[in-house]
């Protein structure tokens, strides 16, 4: 079971938007950046969001995060069918001296 | 253009042995920290193993932890990982990855194309 909890799927329209949490605790997301990595069937993830709510160059601003307390969230606006994939949330656990990921949510754009 | 070009993964007995490699390349290797993340058929990510850039500090997953052991050579621009006591659920592909900053707390950023490590009699 993975210390850091997300919905395992979450779905919507095209131009609808989406939220994805992201659950932790203390050692892990209440001390620590939050990232978000995108996974396209039979790719490598790609960082889509770092340190809570930065964007890499060529990730669209439909894209934004967000962290409060022991909780963050991945938000997507005006989905497109190409933003159909599994997201993964991540972080460093103090305790466990290791980094930690979400079970992943699985985004289906209906 | 940074690459991280993986080799070492196959089939193996449980409890036999595997040593995967990760060569890099575009970047200054010995500048950067590295980690392992696997991912089981049809699930999630999971965190493995990490080590600093100098190779003096290591971290590692409980699930691996005793059986598995990263190392580098920074002559050769090349991560390592020794796995040991191998169970049919350290089967896997494995990703060697490159963090956005020299720290193993700076974000994963560059992916290798992974290897895959199987565990079956």
């Known amino acids: 079971q993975s210390l850091l909890t997300q919905p395992p799927s979450a779905s919507a329209t095209p131009g609808q938007g989406v939220t994805i949490s992201c659950s932790g605790s203390?050692?892990?997301?209440?001390?620590?950046?939050v990232h978000w990595y995108q996974q396209l069937p039979g790719a490598p993830p790609n960082l889509y969001i770092y340190?809570?709510?930065q964007r890499p160059s060529g990730v669209s601003d439909r894209f934004s995060g967000s962290k409060s307390g022991t909780s963050a969230s991945l938000a997507i606006s005006g989905l497109r069918s190409e933003d159909e994939a599994d997201y993964y949330c991540?972080?460093?656990?103090?305790?466990?001296?290791?980094?930690?990921f979400g079970g992943g949510t699985r985004l289906t754009v209906l | 253009e940074v690459q991280l070009v993986q080799s070492g993964g196959g089939l193996v007995q449980p409890g036999g042995s595997l040593r995967l490699s990760c060569a890099a390349s575009?970047?200054?290797?010995?500048?950067?920290?590295m980690h392992w993340v696997r991912q089981a058929p049809e699930k999630g990510l999971e965190y493995v193993s990490s080590i600093s850039s100098s190779g003096d500090a290591t971290f590692y997953a409980d699930s691996v932890k005793g059986r598995f052991t990263i190392s580098r050579d920074n002559s050769k621009n090349t991560l390592f990982l020794q796995m040991s006591s191998l169970r049919p659920e350290d089967t896997a592909l494995y990703y060697c990855v490159r963090p956005e900053g020299s720290s193993w707390l700076d974000c994963f950023d560059i992916w290798g194309q992974g290897t895959t490590v199987t565990v079956s009699s």
């Open positions: 575009g970047f200054s290797f010995r500048n950067y920290a």
């Open positions: 340190r809570n709510n």
């Open positions: 203390n050692s892990n997301i209440g001390s620590n950046y």
């Open positions: 991540a972080a460093w656990d103090d305790s466990l001296s290791a980094w930690v």
